[in-house]
């Protein structure tokens, strides 16, 4: 890793209009450091004690659909951006440990994540926040999003 | 703040070998965002289960002779990187609210604390760091540091 700027920034994106402070963060920080900005969305498994007691449609794949809707937004928000589409990643997993993962993987040397100010990171973001943090081997930004 | 790039950073220094990695982090986005960086040194308070039975020489200020060797140390950091001896904060207190206290005073954008690679941040700044980041009502840049 060069010290003296970033080469690939991974930002992890939920498509929320309080995530336009992150957004506007990677873009500059692509361009200062002239770098790959890649971007992840992640869908959250759907916890296994909804699942049981959801009854859906025949033929219906709720992940499908999900992942559908995701890829969408997130061809919307990279043609928004001038992110490549192969540097618009959807991901279904756990979000913490799919951002680690992705971040080794594209061998990343910063992570952008949202935290709220108020809270703070580790409350709103909770477990995930936490866990790109205690887990990532490379450098992580926090930044402050508004509230809702 | 300005989404473009950060105006006021402070970097949490502590002296160490490792810590290195962190200063060049810090002066390298001074100098991509025009910024003024501002050092902190915290000297932790010693737990009181110790100092109660530390043996002292009469007239000895431990607390004092710490917060000078400190300043000193500071002062030779300070100049080593440009930055105006205004600039250069040691303080004693808890090390994640002083550093909290510190950048609201300054007016702070952006925190940068080292983290470290292997175990992650939390695990090894431990209370330190995630006080910062629960905390902090601006940007925060965990940056990875090497094993000793």
């Given at each position: 890793m060069s010290v003296s700027q970033y080469s690939l920034i991974l930002t992890a994106v939920d498509f929320s209009a309080q995530s336009e402070n992150l957004i506007a963060r990677a873009l500059a920080m692509r361009d200062l450091c002239g770098a790959r900005l890649c971007l992840l969305h992640v869908v959250e498994y759907l916890p296994m004690a909804y699942s049981g007691d959801l009854v859906l449609p025949e033929g219906f794949d709720l992940e499908q659909e999900l992942l559908d809707v995701a890829s969408r937004q997130m061809a919307t928000l990279g043609e928004r951006l001038g992110v490549p589409a192969g540097d618009c990643h959807v991901e279904i997993g756990n979000t913490g440990h799919t951002i680690l993962r992705v971040a080794e993987e594209l061998g990343a040397d910063l992570i952008l994540v949202g935290s709220h100010?108020?809270?703070?990171l580790a409350v709103l973001l909770g477990s995930t926040a936490r866990s790109v943090l205690n887990g990532a081997h490379c450098d992580v930004l926090a930044v402050r999003v508004p509230e809702d």
């Open positions: 100010g108020r809270h703070g």
